[in-house]
Nanobody
Framework: VQLQASGGGLVQAGGSLSLSCTASGRIFVITDMGWYRQAPGKQRELVAKITAAAMTNYADSVKGRFTISRDNAKRTVSLQMNSLKPEDTAVYFC???????????????WGLGTLVTVSS
């Protein structure tokens, strides 16, 4: 079971980028999915989360600029980032709370990070 992220890159301030993450492997259920980021010298922080019922939660710093979405059938979570700022520069990680067998526990799975760089 793994999460594979794509997207990211270099963009000028005010620009847009889209991240996508797909879960693969023997999966029974995915509950919450989300995006986190870690800037140099800082702790990893929540960017946005989305439940299986599409309820969302955003960090205050990205509200109104970022939009998280998911496709349950495709097991993907996406993050549309608009009006990017230099302070959005970070490595972005996707996360999923996943169960692999019915009645089994849920575990948090992390994808490898993808770098987003916003130039001023």
């Amino acid at each position: 079971v793994q999460l594979q992220a794509s997207g990211g890159g270099l963009v000028q301030a005010g620009g847009s980028l889209s991240l996508s993450c797909t879960a693969s492997g023997r999966i029974f259920v995915i509950t919450d999915m989300g995006w986190y980021r870690q800037a140099p010298g800082k702790q990893r922080e929540l960017v946005a989360k989305i439940t299986a019922a599409a309820m969302t939660n955003y960090a205050d710093s990205v509200k109104g600029r970022f939009t998280i979405s998911r496709d349950n059938a495709k097991r993907t979570v996406s993050l549309q980032m608009n009006s990017l700022k230099p302070e959005d520069t970070a490595v972005y990680f996707c996360q999923g709370r996943i169960g692999v067998v019915p009645g089994g526990g849920l575990n948090d799975l992390w994808g490898l990070g993808t770098l987003v760089t916003v130039s001023s």
